[in-house]
């Protein structure tokens, strides 16, 4: 999953670094609201902890992908045909990431 904000001089997509898996994880890691730099036009702004979106990260879903091919492969060579079950994998990591996703975006904090 990551973590990204629009920024609002130039529209671009501006990534979050951190590890925060739940909106009040962010919040409690960087507060209600904090600052960000955007690397593309160079702005700085202040944003809420609720400004905040996530995405599926595609790089955890590819390795999902390269276990499941690496899994299917050695269920493959001893138990034959029923190996296939390995590509089950890749589903479960994308499950995973659009599970987390969708629980960070429906999830908002408070407004004082
Ligand atoms: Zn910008």
Redo the contacts with the bound molecule.
Sequence with gaps: MNLYTD?K??K?EVRIKSYAVTRPDLQMEKGDDFNIN?K??G?FEKKHVNDIKAKPNNFVILIGIVIGIVVTFFLWTIFGAIGTIGAVIPILFWQQEMKATKSFNSYTIKRK
């Design positions: 920024c001089s130039c671009k955007c593309n036009c702005t």
